[in-house]
């Protein structure tokens, strides 16, 4: 058992709240992050395994990092159903078992929400990836209309405690530039799109490259 992340009701519900999003665009969405993956990619948080029938062929070999062992073990399971090879590892974000530029690719989808210190998690991101190598991301966002961030804000007094340690007012569109990268792509948009937006609605998807 990873002792640093530990949310075993959730690891048990994820899947099932996952599915409603992925049969209504999230699939759409992973193809689109995860277009430009190249090489050695290294997918962080990689959950049940949602990102594996998505990789394109310009991957070479995929190592999927899952610190909840339930999870793992799902995603274990579905490493098979991926075009080209996948491993999966036990591994936290902000202790990346990897060497330093050892990486085309770092993967980080609906998971910078959940680490517990971006900053660290970011730096070890930059670390691993090799120069000229790429951040692709897949995450919801705090919003950038005043008032529904506000909004996510107070939902993010109890959210965490219900999500996995998940933070619906994160800043990542500015942390990851902060922490040293350069955004080559970003598109913003809402989801589920709707008048009722969730807290979770604001997203991002986009490649980030080291400075
Ligand atoms: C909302 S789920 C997303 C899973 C998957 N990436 C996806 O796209 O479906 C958040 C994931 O982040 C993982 N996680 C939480 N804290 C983490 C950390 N510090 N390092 C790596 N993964 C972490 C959780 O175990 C979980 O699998």
């Given at each position: 058992?990873?002792t640093?992340?530990?949310?075993?009701?959730?690891?048990?519900?994820?899947?099932?709240?996952?599915?409603?999003?992925?049969?209504?665009?999230?699939?759409?969405?992973?193809?689109?992050?995860?277009?430009?993956?190249?090489?050695?990619?290294?997918?962080?948080?990689?959950?049940?395994?949602?990102?594996?029938?998505?990789?394109?062929?310009?991957?070479?070999e995929?190592?999927?990092?899952?610190?909840?062992?339930?999870?793992?073990?799902?995603?274990?399971?579905?490493?098979?159903?991926?075009?080209?090879?996948?491993?999966?590892?036990?591994?936290?974000?902000?202790?990346l078992?990897?060497?330093?530029?050892?990486?085309?690719?770092?993967?980080?989808?609906?998971?910078?929400?959940?680490?517990?210190?971006?900053?660290?998690?970011?730096?070890?991101?930059?670390?691993?990836?090799?120069?000229?190598?790429?951040?692709?991301?897949?995450?919801?966002?705090?919003?950038?209309?005043?008032?529904?961030?506000?909004?996510?804000?107070?939902?993010d007094?109890?959210?965490?405690?219900?999500?996995?340690?998940?933070?619906?007012?994160?800043?990542?569109?500015?942390?990851?530039?902060?922490?040293?990268?350069?955004?080559?792509?970003?598109?913003?948009?809402?989801?589920?799109?709707?008048?009722?937006?969730?807290?979770?609605?604001?997203?991002?998807?986009?490649?980030?490259?080291?400075?």
């Amino acid at each position: 058992m990873n002792t640093e992340v530990n949310h075993p009701r959730f690891a048990r519900m994820y899947p099932k709240l996952a599915a409603w999003a992925e049969e209504h665009g999230a699939q759409e969405h992973r193809a689109e992050s995860l277009a430009p993956a190249t090489g050695r990619v290294l997918e962080i948080g990689a959950g049940h395994g949602l990102n594996f029938p998505h990789y394109p062929d310009t991957v070479t070999e995929v190592v999927a990092l899952e610190p909840e062992e339930t999870l793992r073990e799902l995603a274990r399971e579905a490493a098979p159903k991926a075009r080209v090879p996948v491993t999966v590892s036990d591994g936290v974000a902000e202790r990346l078992p990897a060497g330093d530029a050892s990486y085309d690719t770092v993967v980080c989808s609906l998971v910078l929400c959940s680490v517990r210190d971006l900053p660290t998690a970011l730096a070890e991101i930059r670390r691993v990836l090799r120069p000229g190598g790429r951040l692709c991301f897949y995450e919801h966002i705090r919003s950038r209309s005043r008032g529904f961030a506000a909004y996510q804000c107070a939902v993010d007094l109890v959210w965490p405690h219900i999500s996995g340690g998940c933070r619906v007012s994160r800043r990542t569109d500015r942390a990851i530039p902060g922490a040293g990268f350069t955004m080559k792509h970003v598109r913003h948009f809402r989801f589920p799109p709707g008048r009722n937006p969730a807290p979770t609605a604001p997203f991002m998807i986009g490649l980030a490259v080291p400075e």
